[in-house]
């Protein structure tokens, strides 16, 4: 979540005084993931930041969200297969698993060993919400489940909604996830990597999700093929700068689709998160169509 103005000023109200001139450190923005028995809050510090002030911003943030039991501090970029980076204990006690509430879908996660991003949940309902009665879904990438837990949470009535993730341990708190929001039957974890384990499905898919923000366009051609022949809907997730932010996935969708002889028509195209200073995670929803 972005620190609201309110919080922000608040917090740097009960700092002011204690850090000085060092409360230039006061993150501009945080993330609160859990729910209101316990939750753990994540915290970004700029360069230099000294321990002091950590801990001092870690303990007006428990104070003014009392849910919040356990803080910790990015100390590493996202690295490797499973998008994982490391973190620092601030303040706090207990594990680091917590059960995440997002718009009535329960998500049991460890955020140190799972990717997840809490500030999606409007995008997770916007896509949930075009899935249509009867629809077969594609998730790839799908985590502890959010995507496809929320697809058949807001569509009862979808057909089957397939979730592929490589992390074992994604997977296994996605079977749980599944478990707990009473969707067996109705959401199908799968272990391993889209490119073997999408085979599966080729050609039996009316939409795919695909909410990786970086590295997704080496999937498109799996998309494609997952679609049914009369076509379908992709909601391709891609990264792009501040100064043009949809060209180079329209023209990855084209291309793809040329190569396929389909046509794409271009539904939406919005930006979903700030990934990096002036890079954003953007999605574009296209529909595709074999070429008349």
Same mark, same amino acid.
């Given at each position: 979540?972005?620190?609201?103005?309110?919080?922000?000023?608040?917090?740097?109200?009960?700092?002011?005084?204690?850090?000085?001139?060092?409360?230039?450190?006061?993150?501009?923005?945080?993330?609160?993931?859990?729910?209101?028995?316990?939750? &753990?809050?994540?915290?970004?510090?700029?360069? *230099?930041?000294?321990?002091? =002030?950590?801990?001092?911003?870690?303990? +007006?943030?428990?104070?003014?969200?009392?849910? &919040?039991?356990? %803080?910790?501090?990015?100390?590493?970029?996202?690295?490797? +297969?499973?998008?994982?980076?490391?973190?620092?204990?601030?303040?706090?006690?207990?594990?680091?698993? $917590? $059960?995440? %509430?997002?718009?009535? =879908?329960?998500?049991?996660?460890?955020?140190?060993?799972?990717?997840?991003?809490?500030?999606?949940?409007? #995008?997770?309902?916007?896509?949930?919400?075009?899935?249509?009665?009867?629809?077969?879904?594609?998730?790839?990438?799908?985590?502890?489940?959010?995507?496809?837990?929320?697809?058949?949470?807001?569509?009862?009535?979808?057909?089957?909604?397939?979730?592929? #993730?490589?992390?074992?341990?994604?997977?296994?708190?996605? $079977?749980?996830?599944?478990?707990?929001?009473?969707?067996?039957? @109705?959401?199908?974890?799968?272990?391993?990597?889209?490119?073997?384990?999408?085979?599966?499905?080729? *050609?039996? /898919?009316?939409?795919?999700?695909?909410?990786?923000?970086? *590295?997704?366009?080496?999937?498109?051609?799996?998309?494609?093929? /997952?679609? @049914?022949?009369?076509? *379908? &809907?992709?909601?391709?997730?891609?990264?792009?700068?501040?100064?043009?932010?949809?060209?180079? +996935?329209?023209?990855?969708?084209?291309?793809?689709?040329?190569?396929?002889?389909?046509?794409?028509?271009?539904?939406?195209?919005?930006?979903?998160?700030?990934?990096?200073?002036?890079?954003?995670?953007? /999605? &574009?929803?296209?529909?595709?169509?074999?070429? $008349?």
């Amino acid at each position: 979540m972005r620190l609201r103005a309110g919080v922000r000023v608040r917090l740097k109200e009960l700092l002011k005084e204690a850090l000085g001139e060092d409360v230039k450190y006061v993150p501009s923005s945080f993330d609160i993931i859990g729910s209101r028995e316990g939750a &753990v809050a994540i915290l970004e510090f700029p360069e *230099g930041a000294p321990d002091h =002030v950590k801990r001092a911003v870690a303990e +007006a943030l428990m104070r003014v969200h009392r849910n &919040v039991r356990l %803080v910790l501090a990015k100390a590493s970029e996202r690295k490797g +297969a499973f998008r994982l980076r490391e973190y620092e204990v601030i303040a706090g006690e207990g594990g680091t698993e $917590v $059960v995440h %509430v997002e718009h009535g =879908v329960k998500l049991k996660l460890d955020p140190t060993k799972v990717y997840f991003s809490p500030r999606e949940a409007t #995008e997770r309902v916007r896509v949930a919400s075009q899935v249509k009665p009867g629809e077969t879904v594609m998730v790839m990438f799908a985590g502890v489940g959010p995507y496809a837990l929320m697809i058949a949470k807001k569509q009862p009535l979808v057909e089957k909604v397939v979730a592929i #993730e490589l992390n074992p341990e994604a997977y296994r708190y996605m $079977v749980e996830n599944v478990r707990l929001n009473k969707l067996e039957g @109705k959401v199908v974890p799968v272990l391993g990597d889209v490119r073997t384990e999408a085979k599966r499905w080729y *050609g039996a /898919c009316d939409r795919v999700v695909m909410p990786l923000p970086k *590295g997704a366009h080496e999937f498109l051609d799996r998309a494609f093929l /997952c679609l @049914k022949p009369g076509g *379908g &809907v992709i909601h391709f997730y891609h990264w792009a700068p501040e100064r043009d932010l949809f060209s180079e +996935a329209f023209r990855l969708l084209e291309r793809e689709a040329t190569l396929r002889g389909m046509s794409v028509r271009i539904l939406d195209a919005r930006v979903v998160s700030e990934y990096a200073p002036r890079i954003y995670k953007v /999605c &574009v929803d296209a529909l595709v169509e074999p070429e $008349v």
